[in-house]
């Protein structure tokens, strides 16, 4: 109960606005049709000009659990949380601890980092404010997210040029991915 008056605050001071136009995942209103609506009619208008079109599919494994919690705080004090709720939030991950159970026997605590908790109705805010400055447009080439799922793309009348474009976006989003240790966890 407390997250659902906590995540009604947040709707009601923030709305959506930390929430990138190109992220179609947990977005009142938007859902994968709407994502995939997106890419057909670029598609369809740069086919029209004898364009191509040239794509790469991103999914992260585990996402929300790789979402370490001093990058939401970071993100959230950019974004323009008040700072009441970034310390509410700060308290929420602290003290956050985990065992593991192997043959009835449980392993030491340790610490929880990073992860959005699983179940509950604040993730798919904390995970969409930790990619909230995700590399959308790099160059000529755009992205369409939906929830930790990522699409690059281009066009171009040259296939190589259109590859190109997708390449060095997807370099930008390495550094991205890298920076935040969403590959290195």
Known sequence: MFERVVWDKMNLTMGSEYIPERQFGFKKGNSTVHALLKLQSDVIQ???????????????????????????LFKMVNIGFDPSFVKLFKSFFDGRKFCVQISGRLSEYGEVLCGVPQGSVLAPHLYNIFISDFPHDYGLSQSILYADDSLLYAHDESPKMALQRVSLHLAKVDEFYSHWKIWKM
């Not at 000009?49 to 979402?67: G, H, N, P, Q």
């Open 46 to 72: 740069n086919l029209r000009e004898r364009r191509c079109t040239v794509a790469v599919s991103l999914d992260i494994e585990k996402a929300f659990d790789k979402a370490y919690h001093d990058g939401i």
